[in-house]
């Protein structure tokens, strides 16, 4: 079969000692920058760009690659550990992940997330290989009236992410909505909500959000009470999952990597959205949903499949269209450029030792991952024994250099400030912070496709209902809704 | 008995949001609000203002009936503490290089805990400074100064 | 018991601040240069200046290291950087946000007078590609069917105030019709829109439509430079095909602050010139849509002048607003 032939041509082309090198390299760094919060692929791809000017195409970027989706891997770690999330898409990773961790269970907790990563990341690959330009082709069909409905979606299954009570949830996801309004308006490129200060004319960024929301809420909580709080249990039951884990942690991990798949495709969602979709689902889908939040692995093993399924299926739209679905991708696809190869339709066809080399190589990286990751578990699970008052500090100095090295601006650094100021103060009124970080992802997306489509449409809001995708995420969306509101009104919502 | 909206928790969670709510409502007045088939920049943050406004009002009245109190108490001093070590360093990083912002965080940011050991903070804060220092500048070549601002 | 580590520090900071003063006597240049990009890493004027800073620094003698400081389509990096000492040891690149930044934000600096142009690096231009369905095929036949159909049209940007954008507004300003604009964040999902129809025109830059446009999944109408360019020798400009006084591009210009020695000036205009001259700078900058020009300050200053006052008036008649 030809896929065959094709495959075995692309890892003839990996195997060789120099591709094998670099691919290592690149793994292996975007798994230390993963760790880190705020420096991420794009800033250290951006930094490695004039090497690859002396690199022949193939090994630059399967190094670039390895960066990208070695990235993911560690993201999940300081999520874990700290409840400090190094790459956006390891945020919904903080919620179950760092409670498991309080419990004693980071070592479950972390080998899951590779295990999943793993599982996700060689079926994206195949994916790749088998459906790549389909897929690709299928991703156009997502107009702004497929993604409003989309959108729309997850908005209103969005009450299934709250734990505890349900006005307050809702509260903090319309919070969040609010914030992420600030910034330029797409479509009428307006200023809103930026006070005259140039810094917030393109919005509040996630990392700022995040780390101030989590990482920083979390650390002075733990710093309040007068008695000392055990913040991690001394008692660690294992560094590796159990059984039962593995079990229980197996179908979301392939239920969050067909979401992740999917969302990666479409340019312009972003890796957050992904994560949040699976774990919705796995909350929704799980016998006993009140687990969640409370260091449920499901919570761990489903956003992090779908978040290496994404980073994999990201290289669709690149590789086969020559479109990029983010500034990593457009990095990637410069160096490519520079390189004199164009990345689109025709790559397959003129460089196949490229294409089929470059997912050949994916695999391999993905296997070097989890024989990286697993081993390192023992050490992060060693870092915990630290006295919180040395980690503490140190997390707070990270999470300022992250913050700063997104816009080289001291302004990122005073707003995660305020943002942990109003996270402690939420964490402390008992809203969560989890809706609200959906709100800020979801919010923008939906007004600016929402808008865009009644623009096409001049004005028509039928043109949700008429068009077959669209009306498909309509129809969810009020099954959704009504699988949410018929139990409420049976038997009043117990908070958890 | 006199309920205490100070450590009503719905209360104050209900003000915050209603608060905040208004105050996307009246900041956003100037922003066209165009109709609702043909939205202006206007109609998404008021009408969001709005619903959390209405939300907000619907927790406080909440609050005030359940009277459940804030757990645990307010860490007025770790917040301001933690706050104040962030603060600082976005404000010495351009001005005074990395180590010196980083040696002052460790410190304020130490403060902010329950013990404080002078030598092991000061030690804390080197280990970070050469780590830092290793990783973002000399490998990552972050073109932060180290020492003396821009 | 203390002392040690507090004289340790402090005997760090007097060497440090002893060398910088010593290095203020050394020739220039004596440390590395900070090459301010005022976009965070990945955009095109990013990508164009990661291709010149190792080449400059080679004939620098220095490190010329890329500093991103993203925000406001370059009205952040310019208030930081007009700022900073004018001793060649910071320099900039500018973009088209640059020209018309001043008509649409308030700036606490003057976009003339604060600095010193060392010279326009490279040129760029924008391609009007259409969705293969979309009948017009010439520039002529596009306005005669804009024109029978106004208000019908849909033609998509990168975001509202990008050359993308603003390569529409002055076409329907100098040829009287009329599109509806369809903005959308960045480059990518722009060009997703195009490729599936839904909107109709695009000007998008040229190295990332003219592949889709050779694969027959778009069709090129013209471009938007005062000449044709390189890398589509046989696509027609748009004031050739009917628009004459046409021209739109995508600038790449290096600045220093104001006061910057006048040698100083010199010397980076005389590498980054060297550089431009550099066949393989020269071929990459090609492959990424930019021409390199090179030219001497005073040009640049000219050139610069001319941008802001012609944007300002199509800003004014197109009617956008910015903050």
Redesign the interface.
């Known amino acids: 079969m030809e896929l065959f032939t094709n495959l075995a041509y692309g890892f003839g082309v990996a195997f060789s000692l120099q591709n094998l090198a670099y691919c290592f390299a690149g793994v292996a760094l975007g798994t230390l920058i993963g760790v880190l919060p705020g420096v991420g692929p794009l800033v250290t791809i951006a930094m490695l760009f004039p090497i690859t000017f002396h690199l022949p195409a193939v090994p630059a970027i399967i190094m670039l690659a390895g960066i990208f989706y070695g990235a993911q891997y560690g993201g999940s770690t300081t999520s874990i550990l700290v409840n400090l999330p190094g790459e956006t898409a390891s945020a919904v990773t903080c919620i179950d992940g760092y409670q498991m961790a309080r419990q004693g269970r980071a070592g479950p907790a972390l080998a899951t997330a590779a295990l999943a990563s793993f599982f996700a990341g060689c079926v994206g690959t195949l994916l790749i290989a088998l459906a790549g330009p389909t897929i690709g082709e299928w991703a156009l069909k997502f107009g702004a009236a497929e993604y409003s409905s989309l959108m729309l979606m997850a908005l209103v299954a969005s009450a299934v992410m709250t734990q505890g009570d349900a006005v307050k949830g809702l509260a903090m996801v319309v919070l969040g909505l609010i914030i992420g309004v600030i910034g330029i308006d797409v479509n009428s490129g307006m200023a809103r909500y930026s006070f005259g200060v140039p810094e917030l004319i393109d919005g509040i960024g996630f990392t700022v959000v995040a780390v101030g929301l989590f990482a920083v809420a979390e650390i002075v909580a733990n710093l309040e009470s007068r008695e000392p709080r055990e913040v991690y249990t001394g008692k660690v039951t294992g560094l590796m999952p159990t059984a039962r884990d593995l079990r229980d942690a197996a179908w979301p991990a392939a239920r969050g990597t067909v979401v992740g798949a999917g969302f990666g495709v479409l340019p312009g969602t972003g890796p957050a959205l992904s994560s949040f979709a699976t774990y919705m689902l796995e909350k929704k889908l799980a016998r006993d949903p009140s687990r969640f939040g409370r260091g449920a692995i499901e919570g761990v093993a489903a956003p992090e499949a779908a978040n290496n399924a994404a980073a994999q299926t990201a290289f669709i739209p690149m590789l086969t269209l020559g479109i990029p679905a983010s500034a990593t991708m457009a990095l990637m696809l410069g160096a490519l450029t520079l390189q004199g190869i164009a990345a689109g339709p025709q790559v397959m066809v003129d460089k196949p030792d490229l294409f089929w080399g470059l997912i050949a190589s994916m695999w391999i990286g993905n296997f070097l991952l989890v024989v990286l990751n697993l081993p390192l578990v023992g050490l992060w699970v060693k870092l915990l024994t630290v006295p919180y008052r040395w980690l503490f500090p140190s997390i707070i100095v990270f999470c300022c250099i992250g913050n700063y090295s997104v816009n080289n601006n001291p302004f990122d650094v005073y707003l995660c400030a305020a943002i942990g100021v109003l996270g402690y103060l939420l964490v402390k009124l008992e809203c969560e912070p989890a809706p609200l970080l959906l709100g800020y992802v979801l919010g923008p997306l939906l007004e600016e496709n929402l808008r865009r489509a009644l623009l096409l449409s001049r004005g028509d809001p039928t043109v949700f209902l008429t068009r077959p995708i669209s009306l498909a995420f309509m129809i969810a969306t009020v099954l959704i809704f009504i699988i949410m509101v018929v139990p409420t009104v049976r038997a009043p919502r117990r908070p958890a | 008995m006199k309920p205490d909206l100070r450590n009503n928790r719905d209360f104050i969670a209900g003000l915050l949001f209603a608060v905040i709510g208004a105050l996307a409502v009246a900041l956003a007045h100037d922003y066209p609000m165009g109709t609702t088939m043909r939205m202006g920049p206007g109609y998404f943050p008021t009408a969001l203002g709005a619903i959390l406004f209405l939300f907000g009002l619907y927790v406080l009245a909440r609050g005030i009936r359940s009277a459940e109190r804030v757990k645990g108490t307010w860490g007025a001093r770790a917040l301001a503490l933690t706050a104040l070590s962030i603060l600082l360093f976005g404000f010495l990083l351009d001005r005074a290089g990395m180590v010196p912002a980083i040696v002052v965080t460790t410190l304020v940011a130490a403060a902010a805990g329950r013990e404080f050991r002078l030598k092991e903070v000061l030690l804390l804060a080197v280990v970070l400074s050469v780590f830092s220092a290793a990783v973002f500048s000399y490998g990552l070549k972050l073109p932060y100064p180290l020492v003396g601002g821009y | 018991m ?1 002392p040690p ?1 507090i004289c340790r ?1 402090l005997a ?2 007097l060497s ?2 002893a060398a ?1 003063s010593a290095l203020a006597q050394a020739p220039y240049p004596a440390k ?1 240069i ?1 090459f301010i990009v005022g976009f ?5 004027n ?2 164009v200046a ?2 010149l ?2 080449k400059v620094s080679e004939y620098l003698g220095q490190q010329l ?8 389509n370059t ?2 990096a310019s ?1 930081m950087f007009v700022r ?1 000492p004018p001793d060649g040891y ?1 320099i900039m690149l500018n973009a088209p946000g640059y020209a018309t930044n001043p008509s ?3 700036l606490n600096f003057d976009s003339i007078r604060d600095f010193a142009f060392i010279t326009l690096a490279a040129e760029s231009q924008n391609l009007l590609v259409v969705h293969p369905s979309f009948p017009p095929r010439s520039v002529k036949e596009l306005i005669a069917f804009s024109k029978k159909h106004p208000g019908d049209i ?1 033609y998509g940007s990168s ?3 990008t050359t993308v954008h603003l390569s529409a507004e002055l076409f329907q300003y100098m040829t009287g019709t009329k599109w ?1 604009h ?8 722009g ?3 195009l ?2 129809g ?1 909107v109709s025109l695009y000007f998008g830059n040229v ?2 439509v003219i ?2 446009a050779r ?1 027959g ?1 778009l069709r090129a109408i013209a471009t938007t430079g005062a000449k044709r360019t390189p890398a589509a020798p046989d696509i027609p400009t748009v004031a050739e095909a009917g628009v004459p006084g046409y021209e739109v591009s995508t600038f790449y210009g290096v600045s220093a602050p104001a006061k910057t020695p006048r040698p100083i000036v010199d010397r980076l205009h005389a590498e980054f010139v060297r550089a431009l001259n550099a066949p393989d700078i020269r071929e ?1 900058l090609q ?2 849509g930019a021409d390199p020009v090179g030219n001497t300050p005073e040009q640049y200053t000219a050139f610069m002048q001319n941008e802001i006052a012609k944007w300002a008036k199509v800003i004014k008649a197109a009617g ?4």
Do not use: H, W
Request: glycine share 16%.
């Open positions: 203390r580590f520090v760090l900071m440090a601040c910088s590395p900070r965070p890493p990945g955009g095109t990013d990508i990661r291709v800073a190792p290291v890329v500093e991103n400081r993203g925000g406001a009205a952040i208030e900073t910071t649409l934000l308030k849909n975001g509202i105030g509806v369809v903005a959308y964040k960045g480059g990518g999902p060009l997703v829109a490729l599936s839904e190295p990332t592949r889709q694969a999944k990459r492959g990424l956008i607003k910015g903050e």
